[in-house]
C-alpha cells in the first residue's frame, strides 16, 4: 500500500513537473531555432528581405535566439506559404500581393485569412515608362490615347498579368475611365526583356518597377511618366505622381510577414515588439536606402485590416481587368 503511494506521489510530481515546464515554455517564447521562410530562390525581393531581417535582429542584438533563412520557391510562393501553413509560431514567412492574387486567379486555395499577418514591412513602387520618341508626354496623354482606342498602344509587361506591375497600370486606366478590357498587354519573361523591349521600340509603352527604370531614365535611355507613389521619389524628382496628373490612385508594391495559423496572443506581441524596434534601427534605414525600399510598417493588428483592404482592391480590379477565374 505505501509502495503504490509513493509511485502515485511521484506519477503526480511528474505531471505537475511536465505541466510546469510546458507553461514556462510559453512564457519563454521564443525557445527553439526561428525559421525565416523565404518563398523563392535565393536572391530577389523576398530571399533580400528575408536575409535582411535575420541579419539585422542578430546584429542589433534584438533576437537572441538562433535564426535561418529556408528557401522553398515554386508556385509563386504558393509551395513556401504551403510549408508554412504546418510550422508553429517559431516560423515567419516573407508575403506580398501575391498570395492574395494567386487565390483570386484561381492558383491557390490560401488566402491570408488562413495565417497569421505579423507585419507589412516595405514597399516599392512602379512606374510607367515610354520610348524618348514617344508621342506621349504625360501620362495623362498616353490615357487619353487609351480612352478613344483602348488596343492602340502596346504596352510591355512581366513576368505575366495579374502581377502588381499590369493591376497598377489597370487601376490607373480604370481611374481615368479606360475599357480596361481592351488594353493590348505583350507579355515578356522578365523585367530586364521589358526593358530591352522599350528600348528596342517593340512597345510604346510599359509598367515595371521604379528600381527598373529610373537608372535608364536617368541616363536619358527611355522617360518614365509617372509613378504609383504618394509623392515623386528622390531617384526621379522630376516625374509627377498619378495623382499629380489627376488620377486619384497610389499603388505600393508592398512585402510583409505571415506567421502560421493558429498562432497566441503572446506570440503575436513578442514579434509586434521585435519588428517595431528594428524598423527603427540605423541598419534596416539603410538597407531600405540601398535597395530603393520605402518604410511602410504596419503592426499585425493594421496589417491585418490592410490585407483585407487589399483583397477587395485585388478582387475589384481582377474582376474589371476580365481575368477573374
Not at 510546469?20 to 527553439?32: L, R, T
Not at 491570408?112 to 514617344?134: G, H, Q, R
Not at 506621349?136 to 487619353?144: C, D, H, I, N, V
Not at 507579355?187 to 526593358?195: A, L, Q, T
Request: charged share 25%.
Amino acid at each position: 500500500m505505501r509502495k503504490s503511494l509513493i509511485l502515485l506521489a511521484l506519477s503526480l510530481l511528474l505531471v505537475l513537473g511536465a505541466c510546469s515546464s510546458a507553461s514556462g515554455d510559453d512564457d519563454k517564447f521564443p525557445n527553439k531555432n526561428i525559421e525565416f521562410v523565404a518563398p523563392a530562390t535565393p536572391g530577389g525581393g523576398w530571399d533580400a528581405t528575408a536575409r535582411a531581417i535575420q541579419k539585422i535582429l542578430k546584429e542589433e542584438k534584438i533576437v537572441e535566439q538562433s535564426m535561418t533563412v529556408v528557401n522553398k520557391p515554386g508556385g509563386s510562393g504558393e509551395v513556401g506559404w504551403q510549408y508554412l501553413s504546418k510550422k508553429d509560431g517559431h516560423s515567419l514567412a516573407i508575403n506580398s500581393s501575391l498570395l492574395i492574387t494567386n487565390n483570386l486567379l484561381g492558383q491557390s486555395d490560401l488566402t491570408y485569412e488562413k495565417f497569421t499577418p505579423i507585419a507589412t514591412l516595405t514597399t516599392e513602387w512602379i512606374s510607367v515608362a515610354v520610348p524618348n520618341d514617344s508621342p506621349y508626354k504625360t501620362a495623362g496623354e498616353l490615357m487619353e490615347q487609351l480612352k478613344k482606342d483602348p488596343s492602340s498602344v502596346k504596352i510591355g509587361i512581366a513576368p505575366g498579368l495579374g502581377n502588381n506591375d499590369h493591376l497598377s497600370f489597370v487601376q490607373a486606366a480604370k481611374t481615368y475611365g479606360v475599357d480596361v478590357t481592351k488594353l493590348n498587354f505583350l507579355v515578356y519573361e522578365s523585367g530586364g526583356d521589358v526593358v530591352t523591349s522599350l528600348l528596342g521600340g517593340h512597345v510604346d509603352a510599359a509598367t515595371m518597377a521604379v528600381s527598373e527604370s529610373a537608372e535608364q531614365h536617368n541616363a536619358n535611355k527611355f522617360k518614365v511618366l509617372a509613378v504609383t507613389s504618394d509623392e515623386r521619389l528622390d531617384e526621379l524628382p522630376e516625374v509627377p505622381t498619378w495623382k499629380e496628373q489627376g488620377v486619384d490612385m497610389v499603388f505600393p508594391h508592398w512585402r510583409g510577414i505571415l506567421g502560421p495559423p493558429d498562432m497566441t496572443e503572446e506570440q503575436i506581441a513578442y514579434w509586434d515588439k521585435v519588428l517595431s524596434e528594428m524598423v527603427e534601427t540605423d541598419a534596416w534605414k539603410e538597407l531600405l536606402e540601398n535597395n530603393g525600399w520605402e518604410d511602410f510598417y504596419k503592426d499585425s493588428s493594421a496589417s491585418k485590416k490592410f490585407l483585407a483592404e487589399q483583397t477587395k482592391m485585388y478582387t475589384d480590379l481582377i474582376e474589371q481587368s476580365g481575368l477573374q477565374k
